[in-house]
């Protein structure tokens, strides 16, 4: 779907209604028209992939102690985010899909807090996130790039409200004073064959708002489940992002809006050697302390509220808590 009629005011509603349809129908668009300068995308992508050509014990430098999983960097084996959807149907997994995902992450958390004219190494005392000191130019990168995200969510949650039958700014006030997570998620070369049922990353849904993907074409990649119970390939399209919500939004629509399950495959075999693959993915949500209950519009006297109301940060954090693994085990 390309945005310009919303973002050039040529045909904001008209947009804004076939978004909202595709929401409800699929739960994930693949987005164009969105603005943000090739460059700034790849410059993010290739500073990033640089930091996971470092060798393990120098990327370790950047993990937190207590692994926490909004920040620092993530190795393999200590994340499952496929337990966070408990005892539920198994979306054609076969046993062992809890298994730890085949993925390492590098995160950053409000970046937009964080002042450019300081060195890159080490802690942010604004943000508290951690950075390594190679690759040189990283940190100007990804602050570039969450900055232009920062402006495409805002884009996103006008579209939205106008979808939803809102004034367009409705969403902005539970927003403000939020930034986004930044999740840069590397799926290594698979040299030894995964275990049944084991996948890259597990079958599960967002926990918070919209997540905005940047993803390549490597094999292995992103599946939807979908209404008629299929997996189905999402594919890469050049300068895109790929748009889904969580949790948390499409309780806030009364699950009008579907936050649908999705998992991300592991290549073929016969693949090795070319299958490397890294995604940005940057997930929104609402500031920590909102109150969210049922829309106004997403309810009525033959559609009652479905949930109860939550505060945003106290839902995403039991969701965060239950997907690491690592922690359990220790």
């Not at 993990?63 to 054609?92: F, H, Q």
């Not at 579209?159 to 367009?168: F, G, K, R």
């Not at 967002?206 to 997540?211: H, K, L, M, P």
Request: hydrophobic share 40%; net charge negative; charged share 25%.
């Amino acid at each position: 779907m390309d945005i310009t009629p919303f973002r050039e005011g040529t045909d904001p509603l008209g947009l804004a209604k076939a978004f909202g349809a595709a929401l409800e129908q699929v739960g994930f668009v693949i987005i164009t028209g969105h603005g943000i300068p090739e460059e700034i995308i790849q410059t993010a992508y290739d500073k990033v992939l640089a930091f996971y050509d470092l060798p393990l014990d120098q990327k370790m430098l950047v993990a937190i102690p207590d692994r926490v999983k909004n920040r620092g960097y993530l190795p393999i084996g200590i994340e499952s985010v496929a337990a966070t959807r408990g005892a539920e149907i198994p979306y054609g997994d076969p046993p062992g899909r809890a298994e730890h995902d085949l993925c390492e992450a590098l995160v950053f958390n409000d970046l937009f807090r964080e002042d450019l004219q300081r060195p890159q190494a080490g802690w942010d005392p604004d943000s508290g996130n951690l950075w390594p000191t190679y690759p040189a130019g990283l940190r100007a990168a990804l602050l570039t790039y969450d900055a232009a995200l920062l402006g495409l969510t805002e884009t996103l949650m006008r579209i939205s409200a106008l979808a939803l039958d809102l004034p367009e700014t409705y969403f902005l006030p539970f927003m403000e004073g939020k930034g986004g997570v930044l999740r840069a998620v590397h799926y290594p070369e698979q040299e030894v064959e995964p275990r049944p049922g084991q996948l890259r990353y597990g079958a599960h849904s967002d926990y918070g708002g919209f997540t905005l993907l940047r993803q390549d074409g490597a094999p292995g990649g992103l599946q939807i489940y979908s209404k008629s119970a299929e997996w189905i390939d999402v594919q890469a399209v050049p300068n895109s992002f790929v748009i889904n919500i969580g949790d948390l939004l499409a309780r806030w629509t009364n699950d009008r809006w579907r936050s649908t399950v999705h998992r991300v495959v592991n290549p073929p075999r016969e693949a090795f050697g070319a299958s490397r693959r890294l995604s940005l993915v940057y997930f929104t949500a609402p500031r920590d302390d909102a109150w969210i209950e049922c829309l106004p519009t997403c309810q009525d006297a033959g559609n009652p509220p479905r949930y109860a109301p939550v505060r945003a940060g106290e839902y995403i954090r039991s969701k965060l808590d239950i997907s690491m693994i690592g922690e359990r085990r220790h």
